[in-house]
């Protein structure tokens, strides 16, 4: 397999590619919910951790990790500090003690019904102007990106341009 030179690659321009205008989407969002959600006294964060109790309660801290879209220490931190206002709570599992399971409470649904409209709203105010044919396609599109991040890179399978070096 002949690599390319540096010379034969195409320029990069960063917003050129569906990676940039992602990640630039995903930082103008956060810091959005960040504003949405401050009254609700719950951080951007915490708030995946309760949509996702809200869906699938009981999990265990690495799929909720997983489900959440976030790290497991920003997510044992989300989890320590809903547990502490009483959102949340850890229980063990009865079949595997040494699995701990999270669970939301009652006092977390309720925040999770008072946030959701706010958080419902700023979703439809980003997606103004798309018909729903359009958001279907955008979703099934980007589902295929994240599909494609999903699969398992092996380093002898990435061809990569040889540097010069000055």
């Given amino acids: 397999m002949a690599t390319k030179s540096a010379q034969d690659l195409p320029k990069y321009i960063p917003d050129?590619?569906?990676?940039?205008?992602?990640?630039?989407?995903?930082?103008?969002n956060y810091t959005s919910m960040?504003?949405?959600?401050?009254p609700f006294d719950i951080t951007p964060v915490?708030?995946?951790?309760?949509t996702?109790?809200?869906?699938?309660?009981?999990?265990?801290?690495?799929?909720?990790a997983e489900r959440s879209y976030t790290d497991r220490t920003n997510l044992s931190r989300a989890v320590a500090s809903l547990e502490q206002d009483?959102?949340?709570?850890?229980?063990?599992?009865?079949?595997?003690?040494r699995n701990v399971l999270v669970f939301i409470t009652e006092a977390g649904r309720?925040?999770?019904?008072a946030a959701r409209p706010a958080a419902l709203q700023d979703i439809d105010f980003v997606l103004e102007g798309l018909s729903k044919s359009e958001i279907d396609t955008l979703m099934e599109l980007l589902n295929k990106i994240k599909h494609n991040t999903y699969?398992?890179?092996?380093?002898?399978?990435?061809?990569?341009?040889?540097?010069?070096?000055?």
Avoid: C, M
């Avoid at 996702?52 to 909720?64: P, S």
């Avoid at 309720?110 to 019904?113: A, D, L």
């Avoid at 990435?158 to 070096?165: G, M, R, S, T, W």
């Fill in 16 to 28: 050129a590619y569906p990676t940039t205008l992602i990640r630039a989407i995903y930082v103008r």
């Fill in 34 to 38: 960040k504003e949405i959600l401050r």
């Fill in 46 to 50: 915490q708030w995946r951790v309760l």
């Fill in 52 to 64: 996702n109790l809200q869906e699938f309660d009981g999990q265990n801290v690495n799929a909720l």
């Fill in 86 to 97: 009483g959102l949340v709570e850890r229980r063990r599992e009865e079949r595997d003690q």
């Fill in 110 to 113: 309720q925040r999770f019904e």
């Fill in 151 to 166: 699969r398992t890179r092996r380093p002898s399978q990435v061809e990569l341009p040889e540097v010069a070096h000055a």
